[in-house]
């Protein structure tokens, strides 16, 4: 009924009457399978059979029980992230591909979206099924999962970090140690604002309450700034916010327990503070980057060994121009540096991008900033 009157009246009648007859045949040979459960029965024998001929090939799956039970850890992806806290306590994470490598010198995108009266004070990188040592301003340390912090996008705020952390008032994460990066018979190596330096064996944090574990000792108007996994046969290379540095053995520092102070790593200019701390034991280079986006890379070889608690090398002009030293990172040709502003903006580039030169120099824009904004953190993506 459907057909048009046309295609009807094109089409030959014996075709239409073989098609009709072949169709009742169907018709009463299927009603005649249904009447019979002895020919029902022989028709799925046949098709089993034409089955198993077709697809009669061995298994090729197992079936086994299972060793473990599946935890909500499994089914967690392993991916790189970037952290990002803010000095109000707000935190998310952002998977690292995300932000696509700039050309050195630009504004770089939204990575965070702090309230006004906030800014944004750590970015690092890590695993999401990666154990974090994240040590606070006042000497604390605490312990977490990387996956346990709320992934977010680039324009979300965070949530409260309360949730998470277990931070008292005024606290905030200054550095985060990767526990996967160290042995226990490694030490942690850690350094104050006023140059106070000391190492901790890593056993000694094994064990961190929900309420955290005090790392060191830190004077009342003192800060913990920086924190390197080391293993007593490098050098450790601390730089200023005024732009001086300076190299010694880590032997010079002896390990204490954890509640101790320190001693003195640097001679400290009236006004100047400790940046950062570097640890080396190898052919890599120093990265620099001030608090108005400008930086350089040098090799650590052009950074001569002293003595535990001199005055340091000048290593990067802070003037008016370039601003204090915001941290120091030693990195090899392939990496990629992470660096995040006050407000938010984050900008991912090459390290290559920054050209390599010698000690005392003015460096290069590695950020434009917007008038009134700073570089508030910088972390290293290893190269592949």
């Known amino acids: 009924l459907r057909m048009q009157i046309g295609s009807l009246t094109s089409m030959e009648a014996g075709e239409i009457r073989e098609e009709y007859q072949e169709v009742q045949k169907r018709i009463t040979y299927l009603e005649s399978v249904l009447d019979s459960e002895a020919k029902l029965l022989g028709v799925i024998k046949d098709e089993v059979r034409e089955l198993a001929e077709t697809y009669g090939d061995e298994r090729r799956t197992r079936i086994v029980e299972a060793d473990d039970e599946v935890t909500h850890e499994d089914l967690i992806p392993e991916e790189d992230s970037l952290v990002v806290l803010t000095a109000d306590d707000y ?106 330096v000391k190492r901790t064996c890593a056993a000694d944090f094994e064990n961190i309450r929900s309420t955290g574990l005090i790392a060191a000792t830190v004077d009342e108007d003192d800060t913990l700034v920086d924190v390197v996994v080391t293993d007593g046969d ?7 916010e005024r732009g001086m540095t300076i190299r010694f053995a880590e032997e010079e520092v002896r390990e204490m327990g954890r509640t101790a102070r320190g001693v003195r790593a640097v001679d400290l200019q009236d006004g100047d503070q400790v940046a950062g701390l570097v640890a080396t034991d190898g052919d890599r280079d120093l990265l620099t980057v001030t608090r108005n986006g400008y930086g350089k890379r040098t090799p650590l070889s052009e950074y001569r060994r002293q003595s535990r608690y001199g005055k340091g090398l000048v290593d990067i002009d802070t003037g008016e121009r370039n601003g204090p030293v915001a941290t120091v990172k030693a990195v090899s040709p392939g990496d990629d540096l992470v660096v995040m502003s006050d407000r938010g903006q984050i900008m991912r580039t090459h390290v290559d991008e920054i050209s390599s030169v010698g000690r005392n120099t003015m460096g290069v824009t590695v950020m434009d900033l917007e008038p009134g904004d700073r570089v508030a953190s910088v972390t290293v993506v290893p190269g592949e």
């Open 234 to 240: 490098r050098d450790l290379v601390v730089a200023t």
């Open 91 to 196: 935190i998310k994470r952002m998977p690292v591909n995300a932000f696509d490598p700039q050309r050195r010198g630009g504004k770089g995108i939204i990575g965070a979206d702090p309230k006004t009266e906030d800014r944004v004070s750590t970015v690092f990188r890590a695993n999401t099924h990666d154990y974090l040592l994240c040590f606070t301003n006042r000497g604390q340390v605490y312990r977490l999962k990387t996956y346990e912090i709320p992934e977010m996008g680039r324009t979300a705020r965070g949530k409260s970090a309360v949730n998470v952390l277990d931070l008292d008032d005024g606290e905030e994460i200054t550095a985060v140690v990767d526990t996967d990066e160290f042995a226990p018979e490694e030490c942690l190596t850690m350094i104050t604002a006023d140059g106070y």
